[in-house]
Structure formats: C-alpha cells, structure tokens
C-alpha cells in the first residue's frame, strides 16, 4: 500500500505566492513499502530577489530542525526575493523520531547506493539545491551540547555542535554570499541580543572539511558547497530543554540570514517564547477525501469506525506542514513531525455516494452546509431528511430509528466518551447511502 499524506496544493496570499510541491512522480521508489515523503513550499513574493533554501530533517530526532522550518512554511509571508523549505528531508525518520532509520541521511550526499532507502529523498534535493535559482542554503540541526573553543566540559567543549553556525570553508570565490565566514559572523553577532540565557550565544564553527573532516564531506553542506553554493549548517543545542526555544533561535537566525540576502517577510505571531509555544500547539487540520475533515488540536488519541476507501487510496491533507498520516497493521497513525496525535481504525466503505452539502436547522435556523465543514451550536441541530440518505449522528442513539435525521439533538442527548475532541464537545455527522459513505459534517456544541 502507498501512502499519500500530502497533496498538491496551491495558495495564493497577498504578498505572492506559497507553492507547495511534491514530486510524487519522481520519488516513486515505494514498491517495497510505505514509506513518507518530504514536501518543499515555494515563498515566493511579489517583487524579486534573492532566494534562500531552507531544509530542515534530515535527522529524525532533531525537532527543532523540523519545526523551525514548518513554522517557517505556515506563518512567514515574503514580499520581496523568495524562500524555498523542505521542513521535513528525512519524513520517515521524523515519525519515528529516530535519526535515521536507514542510517545518517546527512552522510549519503557524497555517495549513495541506488537500493538505500533515501536514494531518491537525497538525489531529489540535490536537484532542488542545485537550482540556478537558489543563493544560500541552510541545513537546520538540534546538535549535541554547546560549541566552545576550549574544551571545559563533555557538554561545553570544541567537538560539541549546538549553537553554531558551520561552514565547510571560509569563503567561495567570485560567488554571490561566498563571504560565507563574514556572513555567518553577522548573523551569530546579531542573535547575542536575543539570548533567553548568556550561555546559548552563537559561534561560528569551520570544519574546514576539504582538509580536515573526511565525515563532514559527505554532506549536504559540502556538495552543495562543491558545487559553488553557499550552504551552512544551522544548530541549535539538543541541551535546551524546551522545543519553542530551540524553533525561536532557528527562526531568529533564518530571519537574520534573509536580512543579509535583502529578503523581505512578514510572520503572523510575535517571534517570543509565548508566540512560539501557540503556534506549536496548534496542529491544524486534516481533510481526508474530501469527505472529512478534523481539527487535530484537541482530537482524541483513538478514533473508532473512521469511513475510508481502503486499499492505499485514501488521500490525507494536512494543513500542518509535518502532517504524516502512516500506515500500520489495521490502522493509521496520525502524526505531527515525532508526535503522535492520533490513531484511526478505519471501516472501509464505497466511495461512490457524492453528497456537496446538506440541510441542518441550527438552533432552529435552517442552514446549507457543506460537506466536510463544521458548524457551531448552542443548543440542538436538526438535519432535514435527504432521500435514500441515513444519517447517523456518532454518540447519539434514538430508539428505534436507523437514520437520525429529522431529530432534534441536543447536546445532552449526546454521550461525551462519542466526541471527536478531548473536549467533549465535537460529533461526528456522517451520510451514507446503503453501503455507501457519503461524507461528514461536524457539530461542534457550546461550551
Ligand atoms: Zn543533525
């Protein structure tokens, strides 16, 4: 079975253009089993400039490097010049919070077998950070401990990597932010105002990989660097506890970068320990063909009886950026980047039925509502009888009746323990036509 967590979709915002795109043709190496997939959005905005690549996990067990930039993705809008974001390299890897179930991705960019499982995630951002288009390049890591220049201790000497720049080389010539010493040397410069504690400031670290560090050559950094594109890796500390602040510093430093390359944004949040801590708790939605669609916040570790096509053709789109739904014995696990929001056990029905919207009295006004959508109630809905259509309202049962339309329901005629959120407060609509699923509309209660 194959898994498709995520789709081509195109927004358009005011300031340019968020593409999100999947190479689903080109990353078909899936015969041998499920695996996931990395997604890239193009920030473009309205005037032109300069283009930053940002990517983030390639180590599975590095969350600030894959939430960083699927905030990065969601809430940034550019308005001059263009970022590009692949959040999430090693998807696979990410989901089971593992660095690399097929071993270190970050270490396949000099060579790599065709048979590895990361052949086609590592030959296919090679393509994308091989782009005319793209000037600089950052690779975001969670590292060990905190970079010192004299050794002091197993956690703050000169072999550790958290909060550092790294770079390859000092500079490349005659190409555009080849300075890359001098940049890097700015932008840590620039993060010392914004330190939560005095010891978290930034270093630059040089590897001076070509003479000295045989590993760091095969890395994404060095190709790219080889092939004459700036590239630096990025690290927070894997030492400091809390994942909104390791998300902050990456996005302080990515802000810092887009300075320096003349690229101009705006963030819908206030880039704060309270501002990012909201944006992570909120882990949007998911619409599954186009006949369902969850909040995932706040929605139940289990959920029963989920109505699904089957056999792999199930189409799952999240608005989260590190959505995953992954495919496991009788089930689906729902994840965002390494957490586990969920776990659907589905019932497999006929697709056919194609329901657009239905008729609800809410609160005693009749409304048209479309399938897949929510609706807000403060006492009791009533959804009017559709031919050869039966409604079953999950967590209401009346006597005697198959089909639940035409019946008041009230929020006391509802069994708590039924509801799709830990709340209490959402339940499940939901259409069919014989043997048929026809989609599912969610009645959200008052408080
Ligand atoms: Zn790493």
């Known amino acids: 079975m194959r898994i498709l967590f995520a789709l081509f979709a195109l927004f358009v915002a005011a300031f340019g253009a968020v593409e999100k795109i999947w190479s689903d043709s080109e990353l078909n190496a899936s015969e041998s089993g499920e695996f996931l997939r990395f997604s890239l959005y193009k920030l473009e905005g309205n005037a032109t400039g300069n283009t930053l690549l940002v990517v983030g996990g390639v180590h599975g067990d590095e969350p600030g490097g894959y939430f ?19 959040p999430n390299l090693n998807a696979e890897s990410i989901a089971h919070s593992r660095r690399g179930i097929y071993g270190d991705m970050n270490r396949k960019f000099a060579k790599i077998a065709e048979k590895d ?66 940049i890097a040397k700015r932008v840590t410069d620039n993060m010392s105002a914004s330190l939560k504690e005095e010891h978290h400031f930034f270093r630059v670290k040089n590897t001076e990989t070509r003479y000295k560090d045989e590993e760091m050559q095969k890395s994404l950094t060095y190709f790219a660097v080889t092939n004459l594109k700036p590239a630096f890796g990025q690290e927070t500390s894997k030492n400091i506890d809390a ?15 887009m300075k320096v390359m003349g690229i101009e944004y705006e ?31 706040e929605l139940r570790s289990v959920m029963r009886y989920v109505p699904l096509r089957g056999g792999g053709a199930d189409r799952f789109v999240f608005s989260h950026p590190l959505g995953a739904a992954k495919p496991i014995d009788n089930r689906y696990d729902i994840y965002i980047g390494n957490k586990r929001v ?15 919207k239905a008729t609800i009295a809410i609160d005693g006004v009749n409304n048209e509502i479309a399938i897949g959508d ?33 019946i008041t329901i009230e929020k006391k005629d509802t069994a ?27 009645a959200k209660f008052a408080k």
């Open 68 to 86: 960083a930039p699927s905030v990065l993705a969601s809430r940034y809008k550019i308005k001059k010049g263009a970022v590009w974001v692949v």
């Open 117 to 182: 499982r990361d052949f086609d995630m590592v030959r296919e951002i090679k393509k994308i950070a091989l782009d005319p288009k793209v000037d600089l390049i950052l690779n975001l890591h969670d590292g060990h401990g905190f970079y010192r220049e004299r050794w002091e201790s197993t956690i703050f000497n000169p072999r550790a990597w958290g909060q550092t720049l790294v770079i390859d080389q000092k500079t490349l010539a005659d190409v555009k932010f080849g300075a890359m010493d001098e």
């Open 243 to 257: 994942l909104a602040l390791k998300v902050e510093y990456h996005l302080r430093s990515i802000e810092e970068f």
């Open 267 to 297: 963030r819908d949040f206030e880039l704060s320990a309270k501002g990012v801590q909201a944006v992570l708790d909120n882990s949007g939605t998911l619409k599954i063909n186009d006949k369902i669609s969850l909040e995932l916040t």
């Open 342 to 356: 969920s776990s659907f056990y589905p019932q497999f029905f006929s697709d056919k039925c194609k329901l657009g």
């Open 374 to 406: 929510t609706f807000e109630v403060e006492n009791g809905f009533n959804v009017a009888p559709i031919e050869n259509i039966r409604v079953n309202v999950i967590g209401f049962s009346a006597k005697g009746a198959r089909n639940e339309s035409g």
């Open 416 to 442: 708590p323990r039924f509801s799709e959120d830990v709340r209490g407060l959402i339940y499940r609509v939901e259409f069919y036509r014989g043997q048929e699923f026809c989609g599912m509309i969610n």
